[in-house]
């Protein structure tokens, strides 16, 4: 699903629903999103959020293409290349305390920001892959997209 988010709401553009036993990967992702990017004026200016389950390194490099800005949220057990020391999931260098990477390297050989969040009282960390350098209101950005589930969970 695309939505638009319109001052506290979203408001859905486009969905395809399809029945899978997991997610729906990403050439279904990119066919969604290309009917979008037709739509869209030029210049533009986008910002795509999803969810873990759609946060790909694939998707990432897809936005970094058409030049979007992006908040997509990542498993906590993509392994991250370091230039320094081995290679570590998102949930170990959290647990070092880690909360931003710049220019995290995954084995697909994507680079991206990611900015770690772990808020109290929740269970799983955030892990948000972005466009821009990292900082803790950025990493927030990744919650606009709550407007969407509003609007979807009834």
Same mark, same amino acid.
């Given at each position: 699903?695309?939505?638009?988010?319109? =001052? +506290?709401?979203?408001? %859905?553009?486009?969905?395809?629903? /399809?029945?899978?036993?997991?997610?729906?990967?990403?050439?279904?992702?990119?066919?969604?999103?290309?009917?979008?990017?037709?739509? $869209?004026? +030029?210049?533009? !200016?986008?910002? &795509?959020?999803?969810?873990?389950?759609?946060?790909?390194? #694939?998707?990432?490099?897809?936005?970094?293409?058409?030049?979007?800005?992006?908040? &997509?949220?990542? +498993?906590?057990?993509?392994?991250?290349?370091?230039?320094?020391?081995?290679?570590?999931?998102?949930?170990?260098? +959290?647990?070092?305390?880690? =909360?931003?990477?710049? /220019?995290? !390297?995954?084995?697909?050989?994507?680079?991206?920001?990611?900015?770690? &969040?772990?808020? %109290?009282?929740?269970?799983?960390?955030?892990?948000?892959?972005?466009?821009? $350098?990292?900082?803790?209101? /950025?990493?927030?950005?990744?919650?606009? =997209?709550?407007?969407? #589930?509003?609007?979807? !969970?009834?």
């Amino acid at each position: 699903m695309v939505s638009v988010r319109l =001052r +506290k709401r979203a408001v %859905p553009l486009f969905w395809v629903v /399809k029945e899978t036993k997991r997610g729906i990967g990403f050439s279904e992702q990119k066919a969604l999103l290309e009917v979008i990017r037709g739509w $869209l004026p +030029k210049g533009c !200016r986008v910002m &795509l959020a999803g969810d873990r389950f759609y946060g790909t390194t #694939e998707l990432v490099g897809w936005c970094q293409e058409q030049g979007w800005k992006y908040r &997509l949220r990542l +498993k906590g057990n993509l392994c991250i290349y370091q230039d320094q020391g081995p290679d570590k999931t998102l949930d170990q260098l +959290k647990t070092e305390g880690k =909360r931003t990477l710049e /220019k995290a !390297r995954s084995r697909s050989g994507m680079i991206t920001h990611v900015g770690i &969040l772990h808020e %109290p009282g929740h269970d799983e960390p955030w892990y948000i892959a972005m466009d821009s $350098l990292p900082n803790e209101y /950025k990493t927030r950005d990744y919650g606009l =997209r709550w407007a969407l #589930e509003y609007v979807f !969970r009834f």
